[in-house]
């Protein structure tokens, strides 16, 4: 038996290096991806683009201006001097946000008067108007108790746990190792019966003496030892590249991918049963790993989804691995810990290649 899933694997590994495109496709693509992610997928804002709009033009209306061009979250771009220049600006994309200080700012700042500023920030781009404006705020919160004392006294110091400098990258590199690896990982799988009913060579895999069973186990290794590859690539990048730092436990790491890869490799091996060519197979990956990722909260949390969209991440091993993965790289996650993750991500595992084994079956009859 043994032998023979064996040659099988040499088969499967010979006939994916053989052809140059695929060699392409299993190096390239994820060094490039992860290197764009990384630089591209930023939620940090620096250097943000404002106006400002100041009627009072005092000398302490000009200290909290000060205040902003020196901050490096912002850069200064152009004066505004009157509302339709400020909706024009912000219309126009030249600044993201256009801070107003209102003509009586001085006065009611020495008289004891709350003293408002207001900031006027583009919302169609609703995570940096976020971000703007938590800055904004601090700035002139910082401003308020130098010049007036408000606050008691009482000074705000924070500390940002597993990512001080709170950079985005820490953030995203780790969850990129885990979505990137099952994409990969689910494509190969996808395209390798699919590929067998396009160069007519599936028959003849029916008439050697493996068994269905052994086919299944035959294709299910290869997948998952080039995700593993890939990972151990994506993770050196990680690491050594973007220096995100590694503290948690590398054995965990491990075992948590291939329960992972695993649950992916019998998604693949689905979609690959019902497709009769290459392009279908395809087509059904992205039908799969669009709302998957959207689900596993990689992008937007999950408590910020309907109650509907919650349940249905439960579904999905993306969900998991995505937690284990920046626990492991961050928060040194431990095993009991990791466990509430790791089971639903087997039980995940075993159903797929379960119903990818009885759809197999069921076409071979």
């Known amino acids: 038996m043994w032998g023979r899933i064996r040659a099988l694997v040499v088969k499967e590994f010979r006939s994916l290096w053989k052809d140059p495109k695929v060699r392409g496709v299993l190096v390239l693509p994820p060094l490039i991806q992860v290197i764009i992610f990384a630089y591209a997928a930023n939620f940090d804002v620096s250097q943000a683009r404002l106006g400002i709009w100041d009627e009072d033009r005092s000398v302490h209306s000009?200290?909290?201006?000060?205040?902003?061009?020196?901050?490096?979250?912002?850069?200064?771009?152009?004066?505004?001097?009157?509302?339709?220049?400020?909706?024009?600006?912000?219309?126009?994309?030249?600044?993201?946000?256009?801070?107003?200080?209102?003509?009586?700012?001085?006065?009611?700042?020495?008289?004891?008067?709350p003293a408002r500023v207001q900031i006027l920030i583009d919302g169609r781009r609703s995570n940096t108007a976020q971000i703007v404006n938590g800055y904004a705020g601090r700035i002139v919160e910082a401003f308020a108790r130098e010049r007036v004392g408000t606050g008691g006294g009482v000074a705000l110091v924070t500390r940002a746990w597993f990512n001080p400098n709170l950079e985005s990258q820490w953030y995203i590199l780790p969850g990129l190792v885990a979505m990137l690896t099952f994409s990969m990982t689910m494509m190969v799988t996808a395209l390798s019966v699919a590929r067998e009913r396009e160069l007519g060579t599936f028959d003849q895999l029916l008439v050697t003496p493996l068994r269905p069973t052994e086919i299944l186990v035959g294709k299910t290794i290869p997948p998952v030892v080039i995700g593993f590859g890939e990972a151990h690539l994506m993770l050196a990048a990680a690491v050594f590249w973007f220096e995100v730092p590694f503290t948690g436990s590398l054995l965990l790491l491990y075992g948590s991918l291939i329960v992972f890869l695993l649950s992916g490799v019998g998604i693949g091996l689905a979609v690959s049963s019902v497709s009769q060519t290459q392009q279908q197979a395809i087509l059904g990956v992205f039908l799969y790993l669009t709302p998957a990722i959207i689900l596993s909260g990689y992008a937007t949390p999950i408590a910020n989804m309907p109650e509907w969209c919650q349940w249905l991440s439960l579904l999905t091993p993306n969900r998991y691995m995505l937690v284990l993965s920046r626990g492991i790289f961050l928060e040194a996650l431990p095993l009991e810990l990791a466990w509430p993750q790791l089971w639903p991500m087997a039980v995940i595992g075993v159903a797929t290649m379960a119903f990818a084994t009885w759809l197999f079956r069921k076409r071979l009859g």
């Open 62 to 113: 000009r200290a909290l201006v000060e205040r902003f061009e020196i901050s490096d979250a912002f850069r200064r771009i152009e004066t505004i001097d009157n509302p339709q220049a400020a909706s024009a600006a912000i219309a126009a994309e030249r600044v993201v946000a256009v801070l107003h200080i209102g003509p009586r700012f001085a006065a009611d700042l020495l008289a004891g008067r």
